[in-house]
């Protein structure tokens, strides 16, 4: 079945700092999401990015899609208090339909 | 409404008992999928409709579970015969249409089951 692996599982950084987090999937992604969901949350859409080495920019938020449109990453430039929560990547599988497989998710901690 | 809704938000069973998740997505919405999430993983792809006609169900665990949504609106997850694996949050999500664009999945709060 459809793998989306994503690193690291927990980051933890302090304010101010820098953190990314990776994902990446076994078969080429039609396009792909970005969901954050903070502790007792749901899951809430940030970004799609549907292009191949497509990059986009929401603040200090910035996404990559790969060349290959089968991995991903997130950055985020100066951490702040609320960046805190689960960071999941989402995609379906090339010519599959519309079902989005969620990768494993990267758990941000920031300590202030 | 204004949001998913889903319903009951919690939901405590016997093992062996029958239970029904029901799913209210954003109005006019075509998509609807049905995700289950355990405690710090990742949602967990179950099926998803568009209108009425379910889509993709390859992610149901077993034939104890079903979906439905007849008149393209509610949906309703059903699970028979409850075992203690199936605890789990289940979440709902919907999305304006299907395909490349406007595929933003908007998630309710979630049920809470817990079969004991």
């Known amino acids: 079945g459809q793998q989306v692996m994503q690193i690291p599982q927990y980051q933890h950084v302090q304010e101010g700092e820098d953190f990314t987090t990776y994902c990446n999937s076994s078969?080429?992604?039609?396009?792909i999401q970005w969901y954050k969901q903070r502790p007792g949350g749901h899951p809430v859409f940030l970004i799609q990015?549907?292009?191949?080495?497509e990059v986009k920019k929401q603040k200090r938020l910035t996404f990559q899609f790969g060349e290959a449109k089968k991995n991903s990453s997130l950055h985020i430039t100066a951490t702040q208090t609320t960046d805190v929560g689960t960071y999941f990547c989402?995609?379906?599988?090339?010519?599959?339909?519309?079902?989005?497989?969620f990768g494993t998710g990267t758990s941000l901690t920031v300590i202030p | 409404g204004a949001g998913v809704s889903q319903s009951p938000r919690y939901k405590v069973t016997k093992r062996g008992q029958d239970v029904a998740l029901r799913c209210d997505p954003i109005?006019?919405?075509?998509?609807l999928y049905w995700y289950r999430q355990a405690l710090g993983q990742g949602p967990e792809f179950l099926t998803y409709f568009n209108y009425e006609a379910q889509q993709d169900k390859s992610g149901l665990p077993n034939d104890r579970f079903s979906a439905e949504r007849p008149e393209g609106s509610i949906s309703t997850l059903t699970i028979q015969r409850t075992e203690q694996r199936d605890s789990a949050m289940y979440r709902c999500?919907?999305?304006?249409?299907?395909?490349?664009?406007?595929?933003?999945?908007?998630f309710g709060q979630g049920t809470r089951l817990t079969v004991v």
């Open positions: 999500a919907s999305s304006l249409a299907p395909g490349q664009q406007n595929t933003e999945a908007f």
């Open positions: 078969t080429t992604l039609s396009n």
């Open positions: 109005s006019g919405h075509v998509s």
């Open positions: 990015l549907v292009k191949s080495g």
């Open positions: 989402a995609g379906p599988r090339l010519y599959t339909g519309n079902q989005f497989y």
